[in-house]
């Protein structure tokens, strides 16, 4: 079964403006099955050739020119990242074929390290997506995505289009995560999937990116990270508790950003938040691996767990930012604290103001939850001299309240199982 990806739309504005289309993301997310989709939907004949295959992949890094000679455009090729050495050539393809918009599609999981070639090698050549799991829209959703808006009419509108969940159905939702091989029915149990995906990963993407890596205590880093998730990082913490030297789980954290397993959260700081923390939040881009390594195994079980609160928070900024990747929109993500831990979960800025959303598993919203905004409006407002360029907007609490709510007169309760 295939599932509609929001992303395509913006993929197909890519290819007739590009020769080349990079699509980014984690591995299994889903890439090279919209690819593969797209093709077979198109009336043009369409190669594909995918890097995982050792021979195609010795030919793309000993001849990078044959290997173009042999698989010619209109082509994709798959995981890329194992033959930096194609990009040389892709970047002559595209000076010789400027007018061939869309020709060769390009897919990977190693993000920022793809990202960065491909910034160098070939600006202006390419156009580059990043594919997250499936949202909560792409699975029980109906109708073309809305963009994010932070007004009562839009929101009703979006509301209209998804799925009601009460709090069991929201966590069971969180539980089995977004991968597509799980909810399309592939692999049915949740277990199964995480452990295996885990594994490839393993023996994949982290010995690709260090060899050396021993593998069950990258494992029990993982996990341990998974304990932080929606908390601000501390990697001494995970560095003792696995008696590994600091420098290691950076290094390691790394490997996770660049291949997408988890997204840093960076806090909101100008010249006025003099006394604002300087530590990253993390985010699991799936939300259910958060909850598999976190050994909960069920649903219920997650939602009475410890952490059930942050793994809320994981899931709908995970869902923020899977909306604004997919309708390819211009904002800015952060979160807020101060010194004396007066905290907004989540800031989406756009056109320099800044919309607070806070995130709490309570059916019972109230605007004692959302006391922080006053707080941050009064600094972006207060200062005489070297004024803030950002300006407060309209917020939301997100809760397990069943329907949209007028909290305050600029800001609004709405449910979880709208994102």
């Given at each position: 079964?295939?599932?509609?990806?929001?992303?395509?739309?913006?993929?197909?504005?890519?290819?007739?403006?590009?020769?080349?289309?990079?699509?980014?993301?984690?591995?299994?997310?889903?890439?090279?099955?919209?690819?593969?989709?797209?093709?077979?939907?198109?009336?043009?004949?369409?190669?594909?050739?995918?890097?995982?295959?050792?021979?195609?992949?010795?030919?793309?890094?000993?001849?990078?020119?044959?290997?173009?000679?042999?698989?010619?455009?209109?082509?994709?090729?798959?995981?890329?990242?194992?033959?930096?050495?194609?990009?040389?050539?892709?970047?002559?393809?595209?000076?010789?074929?400027?007018?061939?918009?869309?020709?060769?599609?390009?897919?990977?999981?190693?993000?920022?390290?793809?990202?960065?070639?491909?910034?160098?090698?070939?600006?202006?050549?390419?156009?580059?997506?990043?594919?997250?799991?499936?949202?909560?829209?792409?699975?029980?959703?109906?109708?073309?995505?809305?963009?994010?808006?932070?007004?009562?009419?839009?929101?009703?509108k979006r509301l209209s289009k998804e799925k009601p969940a009460?709090?069991?159905?929201?966590?069971?939702?969180?539980?089995?995560?977004?991968?597509?091989?799980?909810?399309?029915?592939?692999?049915?149990?949740?277990?199964?999937?995480?452990?295996?995906?885990?594994?490839?990963?393993?023996?994949?993407?982290?010995?690709?990116?260090?060899?050396?890596?021993?593998?069950?205590?990258?494992?029990?880093?993982?996990?341990?990270?998974?304990?932080?998730?929606?908390?601000?990082?501390?990697?001494?913490?995970?560095?003792?508790?696995?008696?590994?030297?600091?420098?290691?789980?950076?290094?390691?954290?790394?490997?996770?950003?660049?291949?997408?397993?988890?997204?840093?959260?960076?806090?909101?700081?100008?010249?006025?938040?003099?006394?604002?923390?300087?530590?990253?939040?993390?985010?699991?881009?799936?939300?259910?691996?958060?909850?598999?390594?976190?050994?909960?195994?069920?649903?219920?079980?997650?939602?009475?767990?410890?952490?059930?609160?942050?793994?809320?928070?994981?899931?709908?900024?995970?869902?923020?930012?899977?909306?604004?990747q997919n309708l390819g929109a211009n904002a800015n993500l952060?979160?807020?604290?101060?010194?004396?831990?007066?905290?907004?979960?989540?800031?989406?800025?756009?056109?320099?103001v800044l919309h607070p959303i806070e995130i709490k598993k309570?059916?019972?919203?109230?605007?004692?939850?959302?006391?922080?905004?006053?707080?941050?409006?009064?600094?972006?407002?207060?200062?005489?001299?070297?004024?803030?360029?950002?300006?407060?907007?309209?917020?939301?609490?997100?809760?397990?309240?069943?329907?949209?709510?007028?909290?305050?007169?600029?800001?609004?309760?709405?449910?979880?199982?709208?994102?």
């Amino acid at each position: 079964m295939y599932i509609e990806r929001d992303i395509q739309n913006e993929f197909l504005i890519y290819t007739q403006e590009f020769p080349l289309v990079l699509l980014t993301g984690m591995r299994q997310c889903g890439k090279s099955t919209m690819l593969k989709h797209l093709a077979k939907r198109s009336k043009q004949e369409r190669a594909y050739v995918t890097l995982d295959d050792l021979e195609a992949r010795q030919l793309a890094k000993s001849d990078p020119a044959l290997f173009l000679q042999i698989h010619k455009p209109p082509l994709i090729i798959d995981e890329v990242q194992y033959a930096p050495e194609l990009f040389s050539v892709l970047k002559m393809y595209a000076d010789e074929n400027s007018k061939a918009l869309g020709s060769i599609w390009l897919s990977g999981s190693q993000t920022f390290s793809l990202m960065k070639l491909a910034g160098e090698s070939l600006a202006g050549r390419v156009g580059i997506l990043h594919m997250s799991p499936l949202s909560q829209h792409e699975i029980y959703g109906q109708g073309p995505l809305r963009p994010l808006s932070f007004t009562a009419p839009a929101l009703k509108k979006r509301l209209s289009k998804e799925k009601p969940a009460d709090a069991s159905s929201l966590f069971e939702r969180i539980f089995n995560g977004g991968m597509p091989a799980h909810i399309s029915g592939r692999v049915k149990s949740v277990e199964h999937y995480y452990a295996s995906f885990v594994q490839t990963y393993l023996e994949r993407d982290v010995r690709d990116l260090d060899s050396g890596a021993d593998v069950l205590q990258f494992m029990g880093f993982l996990r341990a990270i998974a304990a932080q998730t929606g908390q601000l990082l501390n990697l001494q913490a995970v560095a003792t508790e696995l008696g590994i030297a600091r420098a290691k789980t950076h290094y390691w954290l790394s490997i996770l950003e660049q291949s997408d397993v988890i997204f840093l959260l960076q806090p909101y700081s100008n010249n006025l938040m003099k006394r604002a923390v300087k530590t990253p939040k993390i985010y699991f881009s799936d939300p259910g691996m958060a909850a598999w390594l976190g050994r909960w195994t069920s649903a219920a079980s997650l939602e009475a767990g410890a952490l059930s609160g942050h793994i809320l928070e994981n899931y709908v900024i995970a869902q923020v930012r899977m909306t604004l990747q997919n309708l390819g929109a211009n904002a800015n993500l952060w979160f807020y604290r101060d010194k004396e831990k007066k905290e907004v979960d989540l800031l989406v800025e756009q056109d320099r103001v800044l919309h607070p959303i806070e995130i709490k598993k309570t059916a019972r919203p109230h605007a004692a939850s959302i006391s922080a905004f006053a707080t941050l409006g009064n600094k972006l407002s207060g200062a005489t001299e070297n004024k803030a360029l950002e300006s407060l907007g309209e917020g939301l609490l997100v809760s397990l309240y069943p329907e949209l709510t007028a909290l305050t007169d600029k800001c609004l309760a709405y449910p979880a199982w709208g994102l």
